[in-house]
């Protein structure tokens, strides 16, 4: 009699375990989500940040504001006003523009930041298309804060790469945080310590892609940029500001003090422990008298 029911227990249990996780499933009892889309499980703020610029920019649709951003919005390219007004005062000037389009190259995702690499056409102020980088920082599922950078398209560089060609697939997220530092180190070593002597401990030799407009493959053409901005001895000129990492992806935003002054978007690819990949943009800062708002670039 005893093994019966010990028999008619053991049939129970797994009956009880199922409806109870039916019941979790239908009444919502789920675990609680993460914002960032660098976790498998959470909302995808990659998917809404590209349906807000494309919105914005391709479709010129003012009611798009409403349902991708939030106030309080904090604007920081210089080029537009401050809060939802900006935008939509940004969305009227794009109206005057015969044909606007936007293709998005890049996407990159840490915690509540959203990275965009992009292409423009039709921004205002420029004649032809234009190279851009955005971030866009999420709260509840809405946008309150952009940085954004842009910088007149060029030609193929001497190694024959665009500014947007490449490899694009965010791969690696579990060594997000150690190419956070190998980038953070390098920036730190190489553009603001000019160490040049520590380059091979960043980047394996000359194997580094280049897709700076004016630059080509390897890392003496690098130092040569850098060493072209920055002299020795001078008052440090890249500062820099903010890094934004996804898996093999790092972007470093720096503040250069150069004449004019412009914000740098620098956008590294590693593999294997070392970088491999870079793009940028080096977008002019005007005049603080004529910034379209009192946020700073940073």
């Known amino acids: 009699m005893m093994q019966l029911k010990n ?3 053991l049939l129970v249990w797994p009956r009880l ?3 109870i996780g039916i019941m979790f499933l239908l009444f919502g009892y789920a675990p609680a989500r993460s914002q960032a889309r660098n976790h498998p499980d959470g909302p995808d703020l990659g998917a ?3 349906q807000a610029t494309i919105a914005i920019f391709r479709d ?3 009611t798009a504001i409403d349902r991708f951003f939030s106030e309080p919005f904090v604007q920081h ?3 537009i006003g401050d809060g939802l007004p ?13 044909t606007t389009n936007v293709t998005i190259y890049r996407t990159i995702v840490d915690g509540d930041i959203v990275m965009l690499h992009s292409k423009y056409e039709g921004w205002p102020g420029f ?8 971030l866009f920082r999420f709260k509840d599922g809405k946008i309150v804060e952009h940085w954004g950078g842009q910088a007149a398209e060029a030609g193929p560089n001497p190694s024959g790469h665009t500014q947007v060609d490449g490899p694009a697939a965010v791969v690696d997220r579990k060594q997000t945080e150690a190419n956070r530092t190998l980038v953070r180190n390098f920036k730190q070593a190489v553009t603001v310590e000019l160490r040049f002597d520590r380059v091979d401990e960043f980047i394996d030799g000359d194997h580094y892609v280049q897709h700076a407009s004016k630059v080509g493959d390897g890392t003496a053409q690098m130092k040569a940029r850098v060493s072209g901005v920055v002299k020795p001895g001078a008052t440090q000129v890249l500062i820099p500001r903010r890094y934004i990492a996804d898996g093999n992806f790092v972007l470093c935003l720096v503040e250069a003090r150069t004449e004019p002054p412009t914000a740098n978007y620098d956008l590294f690819r590693v593999e294997n422990g070392k970088i491999a990949e870079h ?3 080096l977008s002019i800062i005007p005049p603080q008298n004529r910034w379209k708002n009192t946020n700073g670039p940073f």
């Open 7 to 9: 028999r008619r227990r």
């Open 17 to 19: 375990a199922a409806l």
């Open 48 to 50: 809404r940040a590209r």
């Open 60 to 62: 010129r649709d003012s």
């Open 77 to 79: 390219d210089p080029n």
């Open 86 to 98: 900006g935008l939509r005062a940004f969305v009227t000037e794009l109206a005057n523009v015969p």
């Open 127 to 134: 004649s032809g298309p234009v190279i851009a980088f955005d």
């Open 279 to 281: 793009w940028d943009v």
